[in-house]
């Protein structure tokens, strides 16, 4: 298993800070939706941004963590970042020009969801030199096959 030398202390704080915030928000939008949609977790993570978001802030806080801790991120947990980053973008997107201003949740929960966090993960992926590249016929199929699946299901979902 290869790693990457650690990002700055700097970065690992802001994805930690950013990775706690997204689960926060996360539970706070499904503690407010209860008393209207019941106490489901399956429906509630059945949604792709509730999913993809909640995944890919565990995959932030320990990319955090471990590049705090450790040496390095292993590859693994890059290609994981990868795959997140992937899905966020296909959230944004589809959120943004497909399906504006739909849904529940406050308006401030569907800025950050949809705009801020793939904004920020984007530029994070871009700007920050902690990773090597990685092949993008081993990266290509795993980073949209999935999400694209999970969006058409989705979209026919009543």
Not at 56 to 79: D, F
């Amino acid at each position: 298993m290869t790693s990457t030398p650690p990002p700055p202390r700097t970065v690992s704080a802001l994805r930690l800070a950013v990775g706690t915030s997204v689960a926060g928000i996360l539970l706070y939008t499904y503690v407010i939706g209860i008393p209207r949609q019941g106490a489901s977790l399956v429906d509630y993570f059945g949604y792709f941004t509730n999913l993809t978001s909640l995944l890919t802030a565990g995959i932030l806080i320990v990319t955090g963590l471990t590049s705090v801790r450790a040496k390095g991120v292993p590859s693994s947990l890059t290609s994981a970042r990868a795959v997140a980053v992937a899905c966020m973008i296909i959230v944004g997107i589809v959120y943004n020009v497909l399906v504006p201003g739909t849904g529940s949740a406050p308006l401030w929960v569907s800025a950050t969801l949809h705009t801020i966090f793939p904004i920020l993960l984007v530029l994070d992926w871009i700007f920050v030199d902690d990773r090597s590249p990685l092949p993008w016929r081993r990266l290509g199929p795993q980073a949209f096959d999935q999400p694209c699946r999970r969006v058409s299901a989705e979209a026919t979902r009543p």
